[in-house]
């Protein structure tokens, strides 16, 4: 799920939607009106899942899409070789999860191992082990 803002609205560290792709913005330049047009951003953002960078140009008046991360405590339950099996502290349900992108949180992933995890449009992200 996601929500509508405004382009000028928008941070780097923030979240957006590019390409039906949650982002993480890491720059943001705007341009100053001209004679014939509105004030522009280019924002350049990495994909959370896939770490690919991507850029965005729209009117600054424009809208954009943030999408709706949320962050929830587990416990490893198993390392398998195809992921993580997760436990969430909350509800009791068990989640799979692929290994994350970061070799020095790999290495931390052990069972029994209490984490951080976003789920973000139904996809799973370890992202901190506690």
């Known amino acids: 799920m996601s929500r509508p803002v405004d382009v000028?609205?928008?941070?780097?560290g923030g979240y957006m939607m590019i390409d039906g792709e949650p982002c993480r913005i890491v720059d943001i330049a705007k341009?100053?009106?001209?004679?014939?047009?509105?004030?522009?951003a280019r924002i350049v953002a990495i994909g959370v899942f896939?770490?690919?960078?991507?850029?965005?140009?729209?009117?600054?008046?424009?809208?954009?899409?943030?999408?709706?991360?949320?962050?929830?405590?587990?416990?490893?339950?198993?390392?398998n070789p195809s992921g993580v099996q997760i436990m969430d502290l909350e509800t009791y349900e068990y989640i799979d999860?692929?290994?994350?992108?970061?070799?020095?949180?790999k290495e931390k992933l052990?069972?029994?191992?209490?984490?951080e995890y976003?789920?973000?449009?139904?996809k799973i992200k370890i992202s901190r082990v506690k």
């Open 97 to 105: 999860a692929q290994f994350p992108e970061e070799e020095d949180l």
């Open 50 to 79: 896939d770490n690919q960078k991507r850029q965005f140009v729209k009117p600054v008046d424009g809208s954009a899409e943030i999408p709706i991360i949320d962050k929830r405590p587990g416990q490893i339950f198993a390392v």
């Open 8 to 12: 000028g609205e928008l941070r780097v």
């Open 31 to 40: 341009s100053k009106p001209g004679k014939h047009g509105a004030a522009k």
């Open 118 to 122: 976003w789920k973000i449009l139904g």
């Open 110 to 115: 052990v069972a029994g191992a209490e984490i």
